[in-house]
């Protein structure tokens, strides 16, 4: 990037300030979801769905980083490991019987994250995996993702544990990184050797893992030589998939991050910058992106018909664009039926709705998408933060609309868009966003969001 290209990226950053905007993890965000369900609803939704993927939340940590945005707690005592697994079983229980009394014929994916579901014991392990699969018939050939998020401690993760999972038939482990740098891991509360990580993915590579990393760029005192450090530090060891998520510093919401130096975190402008020089690191060593920030190499199964499949959701991508999916487990989120719904929020509201026989849901916070929302929610997740770019012609035809008309003001709003250069008005069958626009697409997204504009408007 050149000192005039840079000056531009200034300028972008200060009018689209990414901080500013939702990580669009969902449509609508989990904060508009605030309608009441009923059981009788839930269920009868839940029992007439085709639920594909299934998703079971270990909310324990050994030690909690102090910027993080997931539900987790603690762990005090390994018993309250096993107080937890019970639990979940129980919650398995409940929900199968809805599910297999709508004649439910099973799921294909399954995904174990946290919290770190890595610190289960091996005994622990084989003991939950059991009665997962006792209770749910699973294809273990392989041709189906199963994963689990792993904490990147060869303490934690040892080649017993990895022999172990890729016996119990997962095929695919992320590792969370986030940054190597010392004195950013000093006040995330984290501590990762690159020397040890390395060896832990090339482990698990032998053993027939796909190896996912994550990383993540904002984080305080970052910058993009550190960045870029850490890109340089994990590219030796190949890793299947890298992905690059965007720090985002909320204290309201996680008071935790109190701790972090407000003033540490990078400008929306370094974010930006970041996020471009770390596409160019990993497209240049052979990585395809897909979406915002997901990279993958040239054998991951998404690249088969990238450009015209695969869907953004609260699960990450899918190829499934009808993807339904159930999760077990303190806060786990399920949608199905075109509805968002939550675990209740906090492991002893959990222990205490199972123990009084009910469902651990909260009906009260649920989210049903109407027409409008299914519109949006495809034209935000699937065309816009998936494959960059607005297919009008194919959403009038699945939606039965006039784009013209039905997105007149969102049209008129992206002309700005266009005379910053970041989209492509010229094609009247689809909005193209620009590379540099790419980067922005987050605020290309939330002009088509309903919500936060008649919040504004209230
Ligand atoms: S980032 Fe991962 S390991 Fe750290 S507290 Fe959050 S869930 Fe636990």
């Not at 294809?139 to 199963?146: A, I, K, M, R």
């Not at 090339?202 to 990383?215: I, P, S």
């Not at 020089?277 to 997901?294: C, M, N, P, W």
């Amino acid at each position: 990037m050149n000192h005039r290209e840079m000056l531009e990226w200034e300028r972008l950053s200060m009018r689209y300030n990414e901080n500013a905007i939702p990580l669009y993890l969902s449509y609508p965000v989990e904060s508009f979801w605030k309608q009441r369900s009923s059981l009788e609803q839930h269920n009868q939704s839940l029992g007439s769905s085709d639920i594909s993927f299934l998703y079971f939340h270990f909310p324990y940590c050994k030690e909690i980083c102090h910027y993080c945005m997931c539900y987790k707690e603690p762990l005090r005592d390994d018993s309250e490991l096993d107080l937890y697994l019970g639990y979940l079983v129980r919650d398995m229980d409940i929900r199968l019987e809805i599910l297999k009394g709508g004649g439910w014929r099973g799921a294909t994916h399954m995904h174990w994250g946290g919290g770190t579901p890595t610190l289960l014991s091996l005994n622990q392990l084989e003991t939950i995996h059991r009665a997962i699969s006792d209770r749910l018939e699973f294809n273990l050939d392989g041709s189906h993702e199963h994963s689990i998020e792993a904490f990147p401690d060869p303490r934690i993760v040892t080649p017993a544990k990895l022999e172990l999972l890729r016996a119990l038939g997962f095929n695919v482990i992320s590792f969370g990184i986030q940054d190597f740098d010392g004195r950013i891991q000093k006040v995330i509360n984290r501590k990762h050797d690159p020397g040890a990580v390395r060896e832990l993915i090339a482990t698990a590579k032998q053993l027939g893992f796909r190896v996912h990393v994550d990383l993540c760029y904002g984080l305080p005192f970052q910058g993009i030589n550190e960045l870029e450090r850490s890109i340089n530090e994990i590219l030796p060891a190949a890793p299947n998939r890298i992905c690059i998520f965007p720090y985002a510093h909320a204290p309201m919401i996680f008071p935790r991050q109190n701790i972090i130096p407000r003033s540490s975190i990078p400008s929306s402008f370094i974010k930006a910058l970041m996020a471009e020089q770390a596409d160019r690191l990993l497209i240049s060593d052979g990585y395809v992106r897909l979406g915002l920030d997901h990279y993958l190499d040239a054998e991951d199964p998404f690249l088969k018909d990238l450009s015209t499949s695969g869907s953004k959701t609260l699960m990450g991508y899918s190829q499934n664009d009808k993807l339904n999916y159930l999760g077990f487990g303190a806060t786990a989120i399920s949608f199905f039926d075109k509805s968002f719904y939550r675990t209740v929020s906090s492991i002893k509201e959990y222990y205490q709705t199972i123990d009084a026989d009910q469902l651990p849901v909260e009906i009260h916070r649920s989210y049903r998408h109407n027409p409008d929302d299914q519109l949006r929610n495809k034209l935000i997740q699937d065309h816009v933060l998936t494959r960059f770019e607005i297919d009008l012609r194919r959403l009038e035809q699945e939606f039965d609309i006039d784009s013209n008309s039905y997105f007149k003001d969102e049209l008129e709003s992206l002309k700005q868009f266009e005379n910053d250069s970041l989209v492509d008005l010229s094609d009247p069958d689809f909005i193209r966003v620009s590379r540099t626009g790419q980067f922005f697409s987050r605020h290309i997204a939330h002009q088509f969001d309903r919500f936060y504009k008649q919040a504004s408007l209230q």
